[in-house]
Structures are given as C-alpha cells and as structure tokens.
C-alpha cells in the first residue's frame, strides 16, 4: 500500500508538469516561457523515467538556465553579503521532510529576491526561466511531500521589507547586489539537488538490501 501511494504521488506531480508544460505551448504569456525554449529532456517519456526526485531532469534544466555570466562570476562579489537562503541539510536530526520543506522555502524566497534583479535587469533571461522551472521543480516536490501546508510564501509586508533591506542609492552596489543575487541562486539550485540525492541514495540502499 505505501509504495501504491508513493507511485500515486509520483504520477499525479508528473501529470501536473506535463499540464504546465502544455500551457506553455498553449496560450501561455509569452514572458512565462523559457527564454531557451523547452528542452527535449523534459519529453514525458524521459520525465517518467524515474521515480527518484534528484533525478528529473528539471534540475539539470533549471540549473542550465540560471547558470550566471561566466564574466560576471568572476567579480568579487563577497562584499555584497545577501540574506540567501541554503539548501544544505544536516546530516544528523533532519528529517527528509524537513529537508524538502526547506528546499520550497528557499524557492519561493528566490522567487522575492528576483524580483530586485527584475529592477537593475529587467531583461535578464535566469528571470522567465526561473520563473517556469521554478514551477515545476516546487510542485514535483510538493509530491513527495506530506506536509506542504507546513511550507508558506512570504507575506507582501515580508516581501516588501527584504527587498527594502537590500536596497542602496549607490547604483553600482545595486548592480553587484544583483549579480550576486543570481550567482546564490544558482548555487542553491546545485545544492539542493545534492541534497535531494543524498535522501534519494538512502532511499534506494534501503530498498537494495535482501530480505531474510
């Protein structure tokens, strides 16, 4: 019975990504598709392929489609210090839920702070890609969650004072601000799968030990 759930689970988050890829195709506002187009990694027969999370090939998609300017990488940005969630879990006392709870957070929190790169960069090309992978990403985990109530967007009031916090009259700072906001998120992006497999990996030496 649990593994019929588990499969259950699974099928009803791939049914739901391949109906927001229809609607892509379909109708979609133009600014909500990926500037790189859908790839062919994400044909239903390859998302079905697995039913381990870390696997889909979303991550590797949204991870492709976020990765920074390799120039723009290279600048210093340690000085411009970012609240910038982790995707990282302790190994010892952190449940798998917990885990995935903390991976949506730091999605719809990223999801705020692109909102001040959309200000210096409006026509930046990680905006519309996160903005659809985003989408599948958190609802494909939201399948292997129990709990997805636990998980909540910020408010507009918390929206509106992390935004404020990181605001600076000085227009370089806010550029910079900017480019290190994308570089966080796509090492959030990297870690986050990690840690996703980690729990996959454990999943799967469990089911590979012999029965007595």
């Known amino acids: 019975a649990p593994h019929t ?3 259950y689970a699974y099928l009803l988050s791939v049914a739901v990504m391949l109906a927001l890829l229809a ?3 379909s109708g979609r506002p133009a600014g909500d598709a990926p500037t790189e187009g859908t790839p062919d990694d994400l044909s239903g027969e390859d998302v079905q392929r697995s039913d381990l999370l870390s696997e889909s090939p979303v991550w590797s998609s949204i991870i492709r489609s976020t990765r920074p300017d390799a120039q723009k990488v290279r600048l210093k940005l340690e000085h411009y210090p ?17 885990c995935l709870q903390r991976q949506v957070q730091g999605l719809l929190k990223f999801r705020v702070l692109l909102k001040y790169v ?4 409006p026509s930046n090309p990680v905006l519309p890609n996160f903005k659809f992978y985003s989408g599948l990403l ?8 129990k709990h997805r109530e636990q ?3 910020l408010t507009s009031s918390e929206e509106e004072m992390l935004l404020k916090e990181m605001d600076n009259p000085d227009v370089f700072h ?8 994308l570089l966080k998120l796509n090492e959030f992006l990297i870690d986050s799968k990690k840690s996703v497999a980690k729990y996959d990996n454990q999943q ?9």
Not at 84 to 98: D, R, T
Not at 138 to 145: A, H, R, V
Not at 174 to 181: E, G, K, N, V
């Open 82 to 98: 970012l609240p910038a969630p982790s995707a990282l879990c302790p190994k010892f006392n952190f449940s798998k839920e917990s």
């Open 23 to 25: 609607r892509c195709g």
């Open 204 to 212: 799967t030496s469990r089911s590979l030990i012999p029965l007595e």
């Open 138 to 145: 958190i609802s494909l985990i939201e399948g292997k969650m």
């Open 118 to 121: 959309e200000r210096e960069y």
């Open 174 to 181: 806010r550029r910079m601000t900017a480019h290190s906001i």
């Open 151 to 153: 998980v909540r967007a």
């Open 5 to 7: 759930l588990r499969s």
